[in-house]
C-alpha cells in the first residue's frame, strides 16, 4: 500500500501564495503519475494538476494554469504544488493522490488514482 501525505496549506490573502508539498512511501515514486485535487462538494473532486513520472507531461485545470505549477522530486518521493496569485476560489481541502500504474493517457481520471492523503485545507480570503 503506497501512504500518501499532504501538508503546507493555510491562510492566505488573495493575490498570495502557498506551497503544498506531498510526501509518499512508494517504493517506485519514479513511475507514478502524481495528481493534486480539490475538493469542491461533500464527496465531490476536481482535479487540479497532474504530473506524470518524468516530469515531461503535466496537467493543468484551466482556473489554475499560468497561477499553479506541479513539480516533483523523485529523488525525495514527493510533489509539490506552487500556488501563487491565490483567488478565494482556490479555496477548499487539497488532496496529494497516486496512480502507480503511470499512465499518462488516464492521468485525468479521478478513478486513476489508487492511494490518496487525508487533504490539507486551503483558504484564501479576499
Known amino acids: 500500500q503506497v501512504q500518501v501525505a499532504e501538508s503546507g496549506g493555510g491562510l492566505a490573502q488573495a493575490g498570495g501564495s502557498l506551497r503544498l508539498h506531498c510526501s509518499t512511501s512508494g517504493r517506485s515514486f519514479s513511475g507514478y503519475i502524481m495528481a493534486w485535487f480539490r475538493q469542491v462538494a461533500e464527496n465531490q473532486r476536481e482535479l487540479v494538476a497532474a504530473i506524470n513520472g518524468n516530469g515531461r507531461s503535466t496537467f493543468y485545470r484551466d482556473s489554475v494554469k499560468g497561477r499553479f505549477i506541479i513539480s516533483r522530486d523523485n529523488a525525495k518521493n514527493t510533489v509539490d504544488l506552487q500556488m501563487n496569485s491565490l483567488k478565494p476560489e482556490d479555496s477548499g481541502v487539497y488532496y496529494c493522490?497516486?496512480?502507480?500504474?503511470?499512465?499518462?493517457?488516464?492521468?485525468?481520471?479521478?478513478?486513476?488514482?489508487?492511494?490518496w492523503g487525508q487533504g490539507t485545507q486551503v483558504t484564501v480570503s479576499s
Open positions: 493522490a497516486a496512480d502507480p500504474r503511470g499512465e499518462i493517457a488516464t492521468m485525468t481520471w479521478q478513478t486513476s488514482y489508487d492511494h
